[in-house]
């Protein structure tokens, strides 16, 4: 069977248990293999068991309209930001409405005592009524109808619990006010005074401002993203054959174009600087604060901008191809995953609302009948007891907070790494990243630059230039760093490449072929040796004393002799050593794994300070290494090379230069757009920073449910006289889920090394 997703887009959700109401219903549907809703993100990303046709799509919108949510096929992100920012204004608006006709209503309610009658009416309590119905009938309306829905599917959250709760205050209070036009009701309300229009008043205001504050915090949350994504320009100027220019949409442009990009405007596709030099400013990609030259031959990439001069550069890629474009699809991945943690919080929520609501009606009842012995100094009657136990209870309850506890610190998290050149790709890996305590280091390309060169070509039979041109042959179709530096050395030294024919790969030992009718290798010493090929005790000594050195050394052979030998060196990146040092500082282990010499890997291992080593490992036992670890912690693997690739994905987190093999990108979980070590250290420190706010703000949103809901049912009431009056309740659920998006948002502060 294929798997084919669909992503939509949700409105209407306003807690975790709505997010858990799209979740079931969909996945009901027999070709739904999966759905998981992005609360922060109002969307929904649906696998499906099947090819997906349009049928299937509109039954998914179908079954979400009919739980009560709107939903419709997902729209370009900036589109959808647009659409969020007007309604964060109207949703501002309305908040405006409600207040300023819930403060006159605390005025007459809570300030005013007498102010006449009206006929038999009390003038006070109906002048409160007045305003009190319309913000209820009007400002509550989307309240009141999503929970009707809610209801009728047999789900409930929080807009039950904010229909529930305003509906029982108004109809109590309504029916105190109208009691003397209500003759069989007067007897029972006769000796009620104390009514609710400004809690439920105050209630939907409130509710109505959390709302209104969390939409503004979602937005900055994904502010990071959205910047990325504006970043790519519309159009661009193509220079044709005939030297014009011609103004074209960046989606229409073809691989190979040669474009012109002005001082002050945006690179528009990934591509090679063909004509010009300048400054470009990298920051939003990479999170380089200064600006980097570039010249003829260099590589560019979109969304970088040029500052100083024109650059005319030639494409390397299609428009959904470019770095930015796959940096933008990262982001958005991870940002729609949902982490472990999440599912245990989703799994709390589905079941909490109800649970609330029977907990607030046996509370209710309770005071019902024994308020009059436990409540004796109170001013009001049992059955406004009752009444303000069953609406506070209700509305501060809610369980805003858990739901937005951990997508928005994940969804701020994700977007701030991207920011400084951090693509996290899984929200797992996020997650596992904190727990670290084991990190192993590919040493070509990790810890060294990962660009070696020819240092010395070293003759023991036959001559220089045969042992390069046999040497650049074999390697002809090798992506692998010491390959390149072979080419080069044999392209400056004006050799010619010899064509090798049967040319086989050996992993982790080096290269055969055919020159005419001579075998000829390349490789290290257990090649040559498995090869039947001697290598004389002083010949091996010599090589090891050169490794020591930290030089790696690569044999050359033809038949049975062996030609020489080249010596290839590659620098030590310069922040290797202080990003090594960090991570031992943070109690993190550290561990070389490397298929190079023991002498090569010690002499690299000492100058950055890594005393544990693997050496001489084959690609295919670098997987088994990583997996023997893993059984004393949670181990990050970061490489870059083919070889790397199945480490990459067995470790707990994957970790790839930015400039590794595209099997190594695909199989790692976080991406190094710098390929930097330093960033690998700020990548795991993002994640311990990211489960903190999670940590904190779960920590955060049980408390407040586990002080606020036994305190509204009324525990301290007996011993205190105190009792949480609704316009209380709704503002302290409302500022609930405020703080804990507040403190996700802190993460915008996180930079990498601070």
């Known amino acids: 069977m294929t798997e084919e997703t669909l992503s939509l887009s949700v409105s ?24 998981s809703v992005n609360l922060p993100m109002e969307k929904v990303n649906i696998l499906f068991s099947r090819e997906i046709t349009e049928f299937d799509s509109d039954t998914c919108v179908k079954q979400i309209e009919g739980a009560g949510f709107g939903a419709k096929e997902l729209a370009s992100p900036l589109s959808v930001r647009e659409e ?81 709760g305003t509906s029982v205050a108004m109809i109590w209070s309504c029916a105190v006010t109208l009691s003397p036009l209500i003759s069989p009701s007067s007897v029972f309300f006769e000796n009620s005074s104390h009514v609710f229009f400004d809690g439920a008043s105050f209630i939907i205001s409130f509710v109505l401002l959390g709302n209104y504050l969390e939409s503004n915090a979602k937005l900055k949350a994904t502010d990071a993203v959205h910047g990325l994504m504006r970043l790519q320009p519309k159009q661009a100027s193509i220079i044709q054959e005939d030297g014009t220019i011609l103004l074209m949409p960046v989606s229409d442009i073809p691989r190979g ?37 570039k010249t003829y031959g260099d590589t560019v990439v979109a969304g970088t901008i040029v500052m100083d001069s024109t650059l005319v550069i030639r494409t390397n890629s299609l428009v959904q191809e470019t770095m930015l474009a796959k940096v933008i699809t990262l982001v958005d991945e991870a940002q729609n995953g949902k982490a ?12 909490f609302v109800p649970v609330v609501v029977l907990l607030a009606i046996l509370a209710s009842v309770f005071w019902l009948i024994f308020a009059e012995e436990l409540a004796t100094k109170s001013s009001m009657s049992s059955a406004e007891i009752s009444v303000m136990v069953l609406v506070s209870s209700l509305v501060i309850a809610c369980p805003c907070a858990l739901g937005l506890a951990t997508p928005t610190a994940l969804v701020v998290g994700t977007g701030q790494g991207a920011k400084f050149g951090l693509l996290i790709k899984g929200i797992e890996a996020l997650e596992k990243s904190h727990s670290t305590t084991v990190v192993v280091l590919d040493k070509t390309g990790t810890i060294t630059e990962g660009s ?18 046999i040497s650049s042959g074999l390697e002809f179709e090798s992506t692998h760093p010491i390959a390149s530096a072979i080419h080069h050395e044999c392209d400056k030294s004006d050799y010619s490449r010899l064509k090798i024919d049967d040319i086989e790969t050996q992993p982790g030992l080096g290269l055969s072929g055919k020159l005419g009718s001579h075998q000829v290798r390349i490789g290290n010493v257990d090649l040559m040796r498995s090869s039947g090929i001697d290598i004389s005790d002083k010949l091996d000594e010599k090589l090891a004393t050169r490794a020591e050195n930290g030089i790696t050394i690569v044999l050359v052979a033809k038949d049975d002799v062996i030609l020489g030998w080249i010596e290839i060196f590659d620098k ?142 009324g525990v301290l009431f007996p011993s205190t006289g105190v009792l949480l009056p609704p316009a209380f309740a709704a503002a302290a659920m409302s500022m609930s889920s405020v703080s804990v998006l507040g403190n996700s948002l802190r993460l915008k502060r996180w930079k990498p090394g601070v």
Not at 117 to 146: K, W
Not at 667 to 680: P, Q
Request: proline content about 3%.
């Open 84 to 164: 969020n920012e007007k309604s964060v204004k109207k949703q501002l608006n309305r908040v405006i409405t409600a207040f300023s006709l819930s403060i006159p209503v605390f005025f007459l309610t809570m300030v005013i005592e007498d102010f006449g009658t009206i006929g038999s009416l009390n003038l006070r309590l109906t002048l409160a009524m007045i305003p009190s119905l319309v913000i209820y009938s009007y400002s509550g309306a989307e309240f009141h109808r999503r929970a009707w829905k809610s209801i009728l599917r047999g789900t409930a959250n929080m807009d039950v619990l904010v229909h529930l």
């Open 340 to 351: 472990p943690i999440q599912r245990l919080v989703d799994r709390i929520s589905a079941i």
């Open 452 to 469: 070696p060169v020819v240092k010395g070509v070293n003759v023991l039979n036959g001559d220089r230039e045969e042992i390069l041109s």
């Open 572 to 713: 030590i990146r310069d922040t290797s050593k202080s990003s090594i040092d960090e991570l031992r500082k943070n109690g993190i282990d550290v561990v070389m794994l490397t298929g190079d010499r023991i002498e090569v890997a010690k002499s690299v291992a000492s100058s950055v300070g890594i005393e544990n080593i693997i050496a001489g490992v084959k690609p295919d036992q670098k997987a088994e290494y990583i997996r023997d670890l893993q059984q004393n912690g949670t181990v990050a693997m970061i490489g870059d090379g083919i070889n790397d690739a199945a480490a990459l994905a067995i470790a707990d987190v994957g970790i790839a230069m930015g400039s590794g093999s595209e099997i190594a990108l695909e199989s790692a979980d976080i991406v190094l757009v710098r390929n930097d070590l330093s960033d690998a250290v700020a990548a795991l420190d993002l994640g311990r920073s990211t489960m903190k706010k999670i940590r904190e703000n779960l920590v955060w949103a049980f408390m407040y449910n586990v002080l606020g809901i036994p305190l509204a049912m």
């Open 257 to 293: 174009s040669v474009l012109r990009v002005l001082a002050g405007d945006t690179i528009p596709l990934d591509g090679v600087v063909e004509k010009g030099s300048a400054l470009l400013d990298e920051s939003m990609m990479t999170g380089e604060s200064y600006p980097v030259m």
């Open 12 to 35: 209407g959700m306003t807690c975790a248990a709505c997010a858990a109401s799209v979740e079931r219903v969909l996945s009901k549907l027999d070709f739904v293999e999966n759905a």
